[in-house]
């Protein structure tokens, strides 16, 4: 039996010919990553183990991201401690206030994961280097601090669901439509330890940017990895951003899938998740009137330059509704900049959004936007469980940058096509 990408990636760095679904693995590690929040735990494991250093200098990241710029003392104590970690043991890709950004976004702008990598991080949404041809996947943070001082993680292997994407998208539809359409079909435990392999000519009309959301938000079917075949594109960014060799699989023809999807990409409209779960998913055409007291437009999942861009589309030359607290924030230093070369700051600040440096204090409610009691959000990050944005009583709907800004200038959840016409 043949094997799926996923499956030759982890059986190349376990030194093994070939591994099947459900089998315990040992594999060799390309990169460990931990934020502010998950490496504070992982260090005092990592110390409790008693090595002198890392396994490899150049092999381990530390982004401080979730509650920076630092919100309150318990925040700004947690960083000072992965900070001094940090500089004592030499780790070379630590970037903080300044040099930072939300760490899905930042990692593969550095260059630091490549296709055919094995990446864990503690952080769910680790599966984002799936867009690269890696296998990338959140751990928890004693996971974390083994990997750290061996370079090894266990796994056991993933069964996986082939999707294969036909056409390409229309006109104010994007990755995050996509992903949430899919979600949206096979729920929230429908890629259960799996991995969700994209193939098919359809991947070929996608940006990178359209991938690294998609791949992003694997976790939320519950999927181990979500993975992307390297084609022409993803060759070019990694060849634009990284001085490191990459290795391309591609799965075996008689490889064995779970189940396998079809989508066609020029059918989908979009898609927006209602609360409180991502898979609670509608049209644009089905959404009704749904009153809005907040918007935000960036994180891991959406706030990279297309993503800038197309809310720019909209907002240019029109107002956010009065009422409406817009948040848009670029996820990295260099996103930022180039938004701002692009007069695309200046767009936001002048239809009455708050532009942020690169945090993800908005996206899980921990600073920077949090919601009261029976306000409801728009936003394009990746999770609307109750409570994630604030309080229990608040809504998070989830939607695209061109839905969210949008709603921005209405005040309820509504198309781009209202706003800017089709």
Known sequence: MGMTMTQKILAAHAGLDSVEAGQLIMANLDLVLGNDITSPVAIREFNRIGVDGVFDRSKVAIVPDHFTPNKDIKSAEQVKFIREFSMEKEIENYFEIGEMGIEHALIPEKGLVVGGDVVIGADSHTCTYGALGAFSTG??????????????????????????????????????????????????????????????????????????????????????????????????????????????????????????????????????AFPHLPDNTRTIDEVGNVPIHQVVIGSCTNGRIEDLRIAAKVLKGRKVKKGIRTIIFPATQKIYLQAMREGLLEIFVEAGAAVSTPTCGPCLGGHMGVLAAGERAVATTNRNFVGRMGHPDSEVYLASPAVAAASAITGKISSPEEVVGS
């Open 139 to 272: 751990v928890g943070s004693t996971d974390m601090a083994a990997g750290m001082a061996s370079g090894q993680a266990w796994f056991k292997v993933p069964e996986a669901i082939k999707i294969v994407l036909r056409g390409s998208l229309p006109k104010w539809v994007s990755g995050k439509d996509v992903i949430l359409h899919i979600i949206g079909m096979i729920g929230v435990d429908g890629a259960l330890y799996q991995s969700m392999e994209y193939t098919g000519p359809g991947v070929a009309s996608l940006s990178m940017d359209d991938r690294f959301t998609i791949a992003n938000m694997a976790i939320e079917a519950g999927a181990k990895n979500g993975i992307f075949e390297v084609d022409e594109k993803t060759i070019a960014y990694m060849r634009e951003h990284s001085t490191r060799e990459y290795t391309v699989y591609k799965a075996d023809e008689d490889a064995e899938y779970t189940r396998v999807i079809e989508v066609d990409l020029s059918s989908l409209r979009p898609t927006v």
